[in-house]
């Protein structure tokens, strides 16, 4: 486990996965074993609200419909678009908003991700900032963008990512992302 606190820029999320990516190093586990997917609640939080989700937004029941939105994302990989479309019109997300969201979270590469939300926006920016340092630090092979990740804890804020292993065989190896509002 490893955290780092008041550090507002994205320079604190790479130094966490450059540390990930050294020990994956020193102990022989290459890029090609590993890959860490990258992707920010807040990019994800732009693609929501384009759909009428916004964060603090209650259900008939006074729950938070983007926490709700967001647990029902991160189990895509586990039961699939249509399982998810379903959950999600089960909290009152249209047919129409939910294949559209699946859409977004298809994006091969941020810049896709732009153009489908139709604008730019301080998360964009520092997702591609992160991937500009990681060439830097050397880790840029270990790195994926993948706008499904989302990490089903409703504290992350920022940038977020899970490692697995590129054979597939296993579930996330380890996960981590920015969370301002805990302290």
Known sequence: NMDIVGVEHVHAELELLAAACFFFQRMGITPDI???KINSRAVLEAVLAKHGINKGDKDHDGGDIFAKACVIIDKLDKI???????MLGAIGVSADSAADILKALQAPTVEALTEHIGQESEAVNQVKRLFELAKDYGIQDYLIFDASVVRG????TGVVWEAFDRRGEL???MGG???DRLL
């Open 80 to 86: 699939g678009g249509p399982a998810v479309t379903e």
């Open 153 to 156: 804890l409703a504290y992350y």
């Open 34 to 36: 590993v890959g860490i």
């Open 171 to 173: 579930r996330a190896i």
């Open 177 to 179: 992302g920015r969370y």
